[in-house]
T-cell receptor
Framework: GQNIDQPTEMTATEGAIVQINCTYQTSGFNGLFWYQQHAGEAPTFLSYNVLDGLEEKGRFSSFLSRSKGYSYLLLKELQMKDSASYLCAVSRGGSYIPTFGRGTSLIVHP | KAGVTQTPRYLIKTRGQQVTLSCSPISGHRSVSWYQQTPGQGLQFLFEYFSETQRNKGNFPGRFSGRQFSNSRSEMNVSTLELGDSALYLC?????????????FGPGTRLTVL
């Protein structure tokens, strides 16, 4: 089976940096997705990590450590519009479908 | 290129009724997956279709079913609705549905069962 853990909720200040962690336990790990979901809207793709290390895309970066079963999403220069739920999802060999964590609700305040 | 579309966006039904939801994937995408999202359980996988065949299935009762048409459009059906079926139903499409294939989600259908 698979076990994916993320904090339920985080708060941060506009302009700051926040790190959202995701730990997982799974066999046959392939890669890890991050999605952003604003309230009442569909999840949108942010990143997909297969190899260890940090991948940067503008204000958002995603890190993966396969040996530790650990990933994080780093959001810099936070804006109010970054208030959303952030979902990590694990894909593994032999399965066509990723398994989603319950998501981390990020609240950005002025 | 148009995104994933789902109809209807909102539905209100009563217990015991049945409902059909529709999903049109991004043009060229052949894999369509369905998810149920609730505040308590998060995003839970229902089933995935590829080339008109159900390829993967989650742990939901037989009341939940689906199908895919030759143009890759998909429908899901829930029979004998229960209060606990109230949720946001999301469909996602991808090119071939492989485990490295990015899924693109539709806006969802909000189902309320009274």
């Amino acid at each position: 089976g698979q076990n994916i853990d993320q904090p339920t909720e985080m708060t941060a200040t506009e302009g700051a940096i926040v790190q959202i962690n995701c730990t997982y336990q799974t066999s046959g790990f392939n890669g890890l997705f991050w999605y952003q979901q604003h309230a009442g809207e569909a999840p949108t793709f942010l990143s997909y990590n297969v190899l260890d290390g940090l991948e940067e895309k503008g204000r958002f970066s995603s890190f993966l450590s396969r040996s530790k079963g650990y990933s994080y999403l780093l959001l810099k220069e936070l804006q109010m519009k970054d208030s959303a739920s952030y979902l990590c999802a694990v894909s593994r060999g032999g399965s066509y479908i990723p398994t989603f964590g319950r998501g981390t609700s990020l609240i950005v305040h002025p | 290129k148009a995104g994933v579309t789902q109809t209807p966006r909102y539905l209100i039904k009563t217990r015991g009724q049945q409902v059909t939801l529709s999903c049109s994937p991004i043009s060229g995408h052949r894999s369509v997956s369905w998810y149920q999202q609730t505040p308590g359980q998060g995003l839970q996988f229902l089933f995935e279709y590829f080339s008109e065949t159900q390829r993967n299935k989650g742990n939901f009762p037989g009341r939940f079913s689906g199908r895919q048409f030759s143009n890759s459009r998909s429908e899901m059906n829930v029979s004998t609705l229960e209060l606990g079926d109230s949720a946001l139903y999301l469909c996602a499409s991808s090119l071939i549905g492989g485990n490295t294939d990015t899924q693109y989600f539709g806006p969802g259908t909000r189902l309320t069962v009274l």
